[in-house]
């Protein structure tokens, strides 16, 4: 079964807050969900392999550790994913970026593919699969899916807000990928959205309602 790793630092949460509140507009949503995910890639990436390299500080050579070469992608199902990428690539700016293009049918809340573009050597590289909701997980899972018929078996899941619904579909279809949050809300609604959530994340973003 996979982990769910739930990323509760108190500035995560007062930005989580802030995001959540109806009267932040698209501009603070965005700065904030960039924010949160750069604080997040911290906690996400605690365990990447490092090596010892002998370098020479002022005073002396020193054996001293850098990060061992494993190479990331990070992957945004868009759209709302994209407003995850920039935080991340803050921390690991030599991550490759591929794109899953999903969107939720509305009346059946099946996700529907549009769009898949990933690195050519995505299967050598860890996976950092990016969505700021994980809702039914259907649109999750799929993505997951997709990635794994392209080889790719080193896959992490980091959401900003996760239904229990989005996490035990995944966990269920997916019991090899762990599972970053910032928060674990309490259910979905008859509409499949989060409660409480904070609404449509795509729409936010990009100011479309
Ligand atoms: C939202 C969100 C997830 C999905 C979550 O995208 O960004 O991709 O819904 O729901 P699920 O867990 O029930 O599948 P949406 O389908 O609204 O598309 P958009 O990003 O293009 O607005
Ligand atoms: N997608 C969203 O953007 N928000 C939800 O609450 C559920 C799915």
Do not use: W
């Not at 579909?169 to 959205?193: C, S, T």
């Amino acid at each position: 079964m996979s982990k769910v790793h739930v990323i509760d630092h108190p500035l995560v949460q007062h930005k989580v807050s802030l995001m959540r509140d109806k009267e932040t507009g698209p501009k603070e949503f965005r700065e904030l969900l960039d924010e949160i995910s750069m604080l997040m890639a911290y906690e996400v990436t605690r365990d990447l392999p490092l090596k010892t390299v002998e370098i020479e500080t002022p005073i002396c050579r020193a054996q001293t550790k850098v990060i061992a070469g494993k190479k990331l992608a990070i992957v945004p199902i868009l759209r709302a994913g994209l407003g995850m990428v920039d935080g991340i690539m803050s921390l690991v700016p030599a991550a490759k970026v591929g794109h899953i293009g999903l969107y939720r049918d509305p009346n059946t809340l099946e996700p529907v593919e549009y769009y898949c573009k990933l690195p050519a050597d995505a299967e050598e590289r860890e996976i950092l699969l990016v969505d700021p909701m994980l809702a039914t997980g259907g649109s999750a899972s799929a993505a997951i899916g997709f990635l794994k018929k392209r080889g790719c078996r080193n896959i992490k899941l980091v959401n900003l807000i996760a239904a229990p619904e989005g996490v035990a579909r995944v966990q269920e279809d997916h019991p090899d990928v762990d599972i970053y949050v910032a928060a674990m809300d309490e259910k979905l609604n008859d509409h499949g959205y989060i409660i409480p959530g904070l609404g449509d994340a795509g729409d936010r973003l990009f100011g479309t309602k």
